[in-house]
């Protein structure tokens, strides 16, 4: 069956915070589905703006890529408004418990897992070294390219940040090369923050971020 759903797309302000820091962030929150269902991937910031963006819309779940705050902040919200359940892969209970210590994830993301909403299927990927249970989303079915909804692992012009707690580079840079570059070229990347971008237009500047390390 082909695929019903389509990606819909709102920014959300607010802070990240971590390691005693805090910074001024906008966050991407992508929803995937039809008219009927759809799943959200990072609820952050702000519960209302996204249920007006579901606009009524069965919400399946809510999907995690990491457990840093600015990414699952509305979470709690979110599900309470709803009743979706929320997704986390297990690797980034730490961190989720530094924002909602008194209310756990109601489920887990394992590698492999497929999450399926209006006739596409989401693979859930495995990509640590941004945080130990990031995760990515591939949905080969979802635009003309196939999508991958990358968080923070993979930008516009290189891998996540990886110098604060529950990061490493030499992770991240495995993640991106072994996961995430093995995907088709023409495949839009839909990141955490900022631009889009494609799995071409990176691969051949992997060399460049070892070098230049982080």
């Known amino acids: 069956m082909a695929a019903r759903a389509r990606i ?16 001024d962030v906008d966050n991407n929150v992508w929803i995937v589905g039809d008219d009927e269902e759809a799943v959200v991937i ?9 249920l007006t963006a579901l606009g009524g819309r069965t919400l399946r779940a809510i999907l995690c890529t990491h457990a840093h705050n600015d990414h699952i902040d509305a979470a709690p919200a979110l599900a309470d408004a709803t009743g979706a359940p929320i997704l986390l892969h297990p690797d980034d ?13 109601d489920g887990e993301l394992t590698d492999g897992e497929r999450v399926l909403v209006a006739g596409a ?8 070294g941004h945080a130990p249970g990031a995760v990515c989303f ?5 635009g003309t390219l196939g999508t991958v909804f990358t968080g923070d692992t993979l930008f516009a012009g290189g891998p996540g940040a990886t110098g604060r707690s529950f990061s490493h580079f030499p992770t ?13 070229p023409e495949t839009v990347v839909r990141t955490g923050h900022g631009d889009p971008t494609t799995v071409g237009a990176e691969g051949p500047h992997l060399a460049e971020w070892v070098a230049r390390g982080h």
Do not use: C, N, Y
Request: glycine letters at 4%.
């Open 138 to 142: 591939h949905a080969p079915s979802l």
């Open 8 to 23: 819909d797309h709102l920014v959300t302000s607010g802070t990240f915070a971590l390691d005693g820091g805090t910074w």
């Open 172 to 184: 991240i840079i495995d993640s991106i090369r072994d996961r995430l570059l093995t995907l088709p």
């Open 93 to 105: 209970l730490p961190l989720w418990k530094q924002t909602h210590p008194e209310r756990l994830p």
């Open 42 to 50: 990072d609820a952050a910031h702000d519960a209302e703006a996204i």
């Open 121 to 128: 299927e989401l693979e859930v990927l495995h990509t640590p």
